[in-house]
């Protein structure tokens, strides 16, 4: 699968990777709602970690659409809260 | 693999996905629209301009402020030199307002510097994706029957598509970081008004008690100086402390 982390570039990695992935993205989600900064960061330090280690940046010819779209790298717990939980799925 | 991902990814992609759509279709600007490339590569160049010139005000007010924590240190000195506790005290507590905001500047100029050297990256990587397309196209089309290239090629221009949508939404948290920046700025600045980072000795309106105080520590300790030194000059005097009045003020 391909996994793009927004404003820096695409990735590919395995597909078992795929629900690792997942529930790394809604227990970070949980986080947020629960205002556990700490614990937000945890698993989204996590989920990079994960594509670093399994990904393989797509070269600058390959030209795919991405099935996975991760926030920026150094998204705030604040953009998190506002954008990512309750109101904020329904995007602007 | 439609549906894949967690919350926050799924925000994410409709995201971009909203700014694709809004976009003509990509296939389209990519085949005939070079002119559309070279908008968005200017808008690309404009945003980076725009962290650039916010980077920049932020250094200098980054100079300003270091200046005067050498002037309000030295001021201190003196003060504390002269017997005067309470005045060197205002000094450093000058000192320590300017040295917070100095750190909170530094900060978000090292920020907007990885911002500028990320969306350089980005207009790059943009730029090749482009290219790759160019070439792309020609060998899709030169080895699938029309059906089958208008297939791949819509696949193609979409990859390039998302690369678009997701600078165009680099480029406005760039705007928004920058625009947050702006105001933190001139935040600064109005305490800088109202005197908060002061050079003490400055004459002028608005000074007060302290301030005049110390100006005068400063000047009678310059005194002090250049006349021992004049007394040495003419030897007179010897090494005696000349007895100057502190000021009429005192």
Known sequence: MIVRISGEGQFTLPDDDASRLNELDNEAVAAVEGGDEAKFAELWAQMLALVEKDGTELGADELEESDVILPPRDVTFAEAAGEFTGEGLIPD | ?250
């Open chain 2, 1 to 250: 693999m439609a549906g894949m991902g967690g919350r926050m990814s799924t925000v994410i992609k409709a995201k971009i996905s909203k700014l694709l759509d809004r976009a003509e279709d990509p296939s389209e600007t990519l085949d005939y629209g070079y002119q559309k490339q070279v908008e968005l590569l200017q808008n690309v160049k404009k945003g980076i301009a725009d962290v650039v010139t916010s980077k920049k005000r932020l250094q200098m007010q980054s100079q300003k402020l270091e200046q005067q924590v050498v002037k309000l240190d030295t001021q201190a000195r003196q003060a504390v030199s002269q017997g005067r506790e309470d005045l060197a005290r205002a000094a450093l507590e000058r000192k320590t307002v300017a040295q917070t905001e100095l750190q909170s500047l530094d900060t978000q100029v090292k920020e907007l510097e990885t911002q500028q050297e990320q969306l350089t990256e980005n207009e790059k990587k943009l730029k090749a994706k482009i290219e790759a397309f160019r070439t792309k196209k020609e060998v899709i089309k030169a080895q699938y029957s029309a059906a089958e290239a208008q297939v791949k090629i819509s696949e193609a221009a979409n990859g390039v598509g998302e690369e678009m949508a997701d600078l165009g939404l680099a480029i406005q948290r760039a705007e928004d970081k920058t625009e947050q920046m702006r105001a933190r700025g001139q935040a600064v600045e109005e305490l800088e008004a109202a005197g908060t980072f002061d050079d003490l000795t400055q004459i002028g309106g608005g000074q007060d008690d302290i301030d005049k105080e110390l100006a005068q520590i400063g000047a009678g300790a310059q005194v002090d100086d250049e006349l021992s030194k004049m007394k040495a000059e003419l030897g007179s005097g010897g090494g005696e402390k000349p007895a100057l009045e502190e000021g009429e003020s005192k």
